[in-house]
C-alpha cells in the first residue's frame, strides 16, 4: 500500500493539536486581515477608529520597548565611558610615574652639581689641592672600609695624600694607579686621626670601628670632655692630615670616650678633593707598611 501524502504529525496528540491550533490561527489571521481590508475600503471613519484603538493597546507595549532601548543603551554607553575613564586613568598614572623618575633624576643631577661645585668652590680656596675625582664606589659589607677615586698617578695623585669633600675628611690613599686610587676611610680600623674637639681645642685621637663610626678618645685619662653633638676636626699633628678638617659628630658618650659619626659620606658624596700632604716628610712614612 502507498504511503498517504502530505505530512503527518504521527501519533503524537501534542503535535496533531499543535498543528491543528497553528492551522486555526492562520485562518483566523487571514479573517481578521480580510474584514480590515474591507473595513477600510467601505467605511474608513470606522478603520480610523479601530486603528486608534489599536494604538492604544499598543502604546503601552511600545512605552514600555522604548524604556528597555533607552536603558540598554544608557548602560552600553556608560560602560564604555567608564573603560574609557579606566583608560584615562592608567594613561595619567603612568604620566605620573614618568614625571615623578623626571623629578627624581631631576634632583639627582642637582644634588651633584651641587656637590662638584662646593668641590671645585675648595679646590679654589684650598692651595693643597692635587685632584678632584668622581668616588666611583665604597664598601659597606665589609670590616675594611675603602672607596674608589677616579684619579690616580697620572692626576698628581700618590699614596699618603688626604682625601675631603666640602662636608670633611674622607680618608687618605694607600694605592693609586694611573687613573684610580684606592682609599682608606676614617672609619676602616687601621686609620688612626690625631684630632681635636673644636669646642676649646681638647686633643683627641680618632679611631675607625669598621662600622661606618669612629672611636673618639681623649689624650688625657680620667675625663671625659665630650659633649654630645661636639665636631672632631683634625689637629695637624702627624703632618699627615692638615688641621681644622672635620672629621666627625659626635653622637654618644661612653665611659672614657665618645662614639662619632663621619661627616663625609662617601655613599652620599659624588666628589672628593686629593690633597698634598700637610709635610711632605710624612708622605714618606705614610708610605711605608707601618704607616698603613
Known amino acids: 500500500m502507498a504511503a498517504p501524502a502530505g505530512p503527518r504529525p504521527g501519533w503524537s ?16 489571521g487571514l479573517i481578521v486581515g480580510l474584514i480590515m481590508l474591507i473595513l477600510s475600503l467601505v467605511a474608513p471613519s470606522a478603520y480610523s477608529g479601530v486603528r486608534g484603538a489599536a494604538l492604544d493597546i499598543t502604546a503601552p507595549i511600545s512605552g514600555a520597548l522604548a524604556e528597555v532601548v533607552t536603558t540598554t543603551r544608557g548602560v552600553v554607553g556608560g560602560a564604555g565611558d567608564y573603560w574609557n575613564a579606566a583608560e584615562q586613568n592608567a594613561v595619567l ?17 642637582l644634588q651633584e652639581n651641587g ?47 688626604p682625601v675631603r669633600t666640602a662636608d670633611g ?8 694607579g694611573s687613573s684610580a686610587s684606592r682609599v682608606l676611610l676614617v672609619s676602616d680600623r687601621s686609620n688612626i686621626v690625631p684630632a681635636r674637639i673644636l669646642r676649646g681645642g681638647i686633643p683627641v685621637i680618632s679611631t675607625g670601628r669598621g662600622d661606618g663610626t669612629v672611636d673618639i678618645r681623649p689624650l688625657e685619662v680620667g675625663r671625659n670632655p665630650f659633649r654630645r653633638g661636639d665636631i672632631i676636626v683634625t689637629s695637624g699633628t702627624g703632618g699627615l692630615y692638615p688641621p681644622l678638617v ?18 663625609a659620606d662617601p655613599s652620599q658624596a659624588s666628589f672628593a678633593i686629593v690633597e698634598r700632604v700637610f709635610e711632605p716628610a710624612a708622605l714618606a712614612v705614610a708610605a711605608t707598611p707601618e704607616g698603613r
Open 13 to 28: 496528540r501534542k503535535a496533531q493539536y499543535s498543528l491543528f491550533f497553528g492551522l486555526v490561527a492562520a485562518v483566523g
Open 93 to 109: 598614572k603612568r604620566e605620573r610615574l614618568a614625571l615623578r623618575r623626571q623629578i627624581i633624576h631631576a634632583k639627582a643631577v
Open 115 to 161: 656637590q662638584l661645585k662646593a668641590a671645585l668652590g675648595l679646590r679654589e680656596r684650598t692651595e693643597q689641592a692635587v685632584a678632584v675625582g668622581r668616588i666611583v664606589g665604597s664598601s659597606f659589607e665589609s670590616i675594611r672600609r675603602f672607596a674608589v677615586l677616579s684619579v690616580g698617578r697620572g692626576d698628581g695623585v700618590m699614596p699618603g695624600m
Open 169 to 176: 675628611l674622607v680618608g687618605r690613599v694607600v694605592e693609586a
Open 246 to 263: 672635620p672629621i666627625a659628630r659626635i653622637i654618644r658618650l661612653d665611659d672614657d670616650g665618645a662614639l662619632g659619626i663621619p661627616l
